[in-house]
């Protein structure tokens, strides 16, 4: 598997699990503490890191990930299980079509092959900075517009709290 260098963890892969965090809770209409989110991504971004580590079938890791992932949302934003496990699910979606979208753009402008950029730990991470500022921008937009994927009636757990809000 994949060896991530430690440079990449710290600058890649941490800030797009802050990312990755931040906006699968604002479309699942969680509220955003950044007090739990930075940790809960150092850890998911740290279970990244040990699991290309192991001796696994590429494609495991990313299942491995949404699960890591929906665990500390659970844990740490004390959502329920099929909330915590959208959340992780919608970040990891948005960032794989962030991915597929831009990373054959940028390889042809690079003139490099995803093998060479991976080999080098500069252009490991220089490869990243236009998903994470497309990211970064999608989050902001939603946050800002407080764009959610809940329909607020999802909210209430029984009709007549419903009734009581309209």
Known sequence: ?????????????????????????????????????????????LCSYFVRELPIPYGVHTLIGIIAIAVLVHIFFKTSIPIAICVAMIGIVILATVEMLLCPLLLFLMGKTITEIWESKTLRILLAIPELIVLALITFWCIRKKFTLRSPRFYFS?????????
Do not use: C, H, Y
């Open 158 to 166: 029984n009709r007549t709290r419903d009734r009581e809000s309209d």
């Open 1 to 45: 598997m994949d060896k991530m260098p430690l440079i990449a963890l710290i600058f890649q892969s941490i800030p797009e699990s802050i990312l990755i965090l931040t906006l699968g809770l604002t479309l699942m209409g969680v509220e955003i503490k950044w007090q739990r989110i930075i940790p809960a991504a150092v850890i998911s971004s």
